[in-house]
């Protein structure tokens, strides 16, 4: 229930300043809590659109993109991680604990070969 109040909410903030990338990321946020992959998945794309030096808006979209078997897409989105500088704890260590939680490490080989890169 508190997810719904949620949405309505986010929704009605989205309207009022469409052009905010945070609002549209919690936007994804909400829809993912409630099951809501592929809307959730809009929502960061547009967080990312908006600002794309946000890297946990991609890594967001790339836990995602996991659950809905888009592998390729996701290994993208965390490679796209790998190339901004992070603003606090995302970045590097993040992309990995994301998909090591997510249990698909072994499932993302352009991941790998992107750390082994490093």
């Known amino acids: 229930m508190q997810n719904e109040k ?3 909410w986010l929704n009605k903030a989205v309207e009022q300043d469409p052009d905010n990338a945070a609002t ?3 936007l994804g946020n909400t829809f993912r809590s409630l099951g809501e992959s592929r809307k959730a998945a809009a929502a960061y794309k547009h967080a990312i659109e908006l600002d794309p030096h946000q890297g946990s808006y991609c890594l967001n979209l790339g836990g995602v993109l996991i659950e809905l078997e888009e592998l390729d897409e996701a290994v993208d989105c965390f490679n796209q991680v790998l190339g901004i500088k992070p603003r606090g704890p995302e970045g590097l260590p993040g992309a ?3 998909t090591q ?3 698909y490490s072994s499932d993302l080989p352009g991941f790998g070969k992107t750390l082994d890169a490093i």
Request: glycine residues 8%; charged residues 10%; negative net charge.
């Open 6 to 8: 949620a949405l309505n």
């Open 96 to 98: 990995w604990e994301s």
């Open 101 to 103: 939680c997510a249990g």
């Open 24 to 26: 549209h990321c919690n």
